[in-house]
């Protein structure tokens, strides 16, 4: 008798995360775990929700109110804590999670406790010192930032400097500001500044975040980059009450991208505000010492008692007097009015026009005597710059992908690097050179 295939069961989608989930409950039972508290938040039902996460992954952690009423302290950011918890499936997103059932302290998070060590070490060797710091000039003509090209750090950084000081030019120097190279991307942009030499200052910056979004501005290597280059560096990383390593390292540290800016820029408006409120002193001194020497004459005038011949005498005296008065008036005014040219003229040399045509003339003066020079300095500097882009793409991700590799992501793009990250039936993403496959864990 023939016998008809045992058809395949085909899971819907809640069936089969309700399944996992039982699975993983059976399998672990009651679990605890240690971890640094990030993302806490309180729901108005009084249900819990945080993360979970070392130096090196996270977990989702959800803690019920049934539950958490009984937890003898208040969970604070960067906790280090023993969560004791039952490891399941949130079927509605099919996340994977764990389920609280009591809290307890573990002492000061690792991050906080890896800040401190390293605070401490590179403050021992005098990396902070007040004295190793360089001023940072009052008038700067070319600056570099070093940041995200799409944040909002450099936007407002921009912003605030182009509107102090339109004639000063702003060169980006596009970095990620988080992630694992995120730091050796900055050293790389500041030796590159350095070894260019035409800037003035650097700016090394980023927005605000948590201690995990900052943590790349706390790399040693960063530090040590940041302390040794020959061009100052202003740190504004983060908000005001951010502080990293970077900012302690730097020559000055900026609280915001907007003060940086404010710092390194000069407001024109101020600058022309002096010149008339000079132009308006001057005035009034004149006026007063011309109406001072008229009283003077005036009182001169009320002392005469002689004759008529000492009378005309006093007449010839008083015009000599009022010509060399007018005279010297005269050539008053006309050094303050020369005065007043040269400060017009350098308030006019500030314009954007005016720096842009005389840089442009001391360029092409420059260029006519130093063509050779430039030309060998060029040659040197593209080899260099090749040099370095040669070594950036040997450490790219898509390089390493254009070799056959592959990287492995959950749902949530999340790069699997371990065979216990992953269980059976969960969708997996792999992205290759050109395109991704979607797949699933048998």
């Keep these: 008798m023939h016998k008809t295939p045992?058809?395949?069961?085909?899971?819907?989608?809640?069936?089969?995360?309700?399944?996992?989930?039982?699975?993983?409950?059976?399998?672990?039972g009651l679990v605890t775990v240690c971890g640094e508290i990030s993302g806490f938040t309180k729901a108005r039902s009084g249900h819990w929700?945080?993360?979970?996460k070392d130096l090196e992954s996270q977990i989702r952690c959800?803690?019920?109110?049934?539950?958490?009423?009984?937890?003898?302290?208040?969970?604070?950011?960067g906790d280090l804590v023993h969560l004791q918890a039952k490891v399941s499936i949130y079927p509605g997103r099919g996340d994977y999670q764990l389920i609280g059932e009591s809290l307890s302290p573990a002492g000061s998070g690792q991050l906080q406790a890896?800040?401190?060590?390293?605070?401490?070490?590179?403050?021992?060797?005098?990396?902070?010192?007040?004295?190793?710091?360089?001023?940072?000039?009052?008038?700067?003509?070319?600056?570099?930032?070093?940041?995200?090209?799409?944040g909002a750090a450099v936007h407002d950084f921009i912003s605030v400097a182009g509107k102090r000081m339109p004639s000063l030019q702003i060169d980006v120097i596009p970095v990620p500001v988080q992630g694992p190279e995120a730091a050796n991307t900055a050293c790389r942009a500041i030796e590159l500044?350095?070894?260019?030499?035409?800037?003035?200052?650097?700016?090394?910056?980023?927005g605000g975040g948590s201690l995990e979004d900052l943590w790349s501005f706390n790399?040693?290597?960063?530090?040590?980059?940041?302390?040794n280059s020959a061009i100052p560096i202003i740190s504004a990383v983060g908000h005001e009450t951010d502080f990293t390593i970077s900012d302690f390292v730097a020559d000055l540290r900026a609280p915001t991208p907007s003060a940086a800016a404010e710092t390194i820029s000069l407001d024109q408006s101020n600058l022309k505000q002096r010149v008339e409120q000079t132009q308006q002193r001057l005035v009034r001194a004149i006026s007063s010492r011309l109406q001072q020497d008229r009283l003077q004459v005036k009182q001169l005038g009320t002392q005469l008692r002689q004759p008529d011949l000492q009378l005309q005498d006093y007449n010839q005296r008083l015009d000599k007097l009022v010509f060399k008065l007018e005279q010297s008036l005269h050539n008053r005014m006309s050094i303050n009015g020369h005065s007043l040219d040269r400060l017009s003229n350098r308030l006019q040399s500030l314009s954007p026009h005016t720096s842009i045509a005389l840089q442009r003339q001391k360029l092409n003066n420059l260029s006519e005597r130093a063509a050779q020079n430039m030309s060998v300095i060029h040659k040197q500097k593209?080899?260099?710059?090749?040099?370095?882009?040669?070594?950036?793409?040997?450490?790219?991700?898509?390089?390493?992908?254009?070799?056959?590799?592959?990287?492995?992501?959950?749902?949530?793009g999340k790069v699997i690097t371990q065979s216990e990250q992953v269980s059976s039936g969960q969708a997996l993403t792999l992205r290759l050179k050109q395109g991704q496959i979607e797949v699933t864990v048998d």
């Design 62 to 77: 959800a803690m019920f109110r049934n539950r958490n009423l009984y937890c003898e302290f208040q969970p604070q950011e």
């Design 6 to 28: 045992k058809e395949k069961h085909i899971w819907q989608v809640s069936e089969l995360n309700h399944a996992a989930r039982t699975m993983l409950e059976r399998q672990f």
């Design 193 to 206: 500044c350095n070894m260019l030499g035409m800037h003035d200052v650097l700016v090394v910056s980023r």
């Design 114 to 150: 890896a800040f401190q060590k390293l605070k401490q070490q590179l403050q021992d060797e005098g990396l902070f010192a007040p004295e190793r710091k360089r001023p940072i000039p009052e008038h700067c003509h070319r600056v570099a930032i070093i940041t995200s090209a799409d």
């Design 382 to 412: 593209i080899d260099k710059l090749g040099h370095l882009a040669g070594m950036l793409n040997q450490l790219s991700p898509l390089q390493t992908l254009s070799r056959g590799y592959s990287i492995t992501q959950d749902k949530e």
């Design 49 to 52: 929700y945080f993360t979970l």
């Design 219 to 227: 790399d040693e290597t960063l530090a040590r980059y940041i302390a």
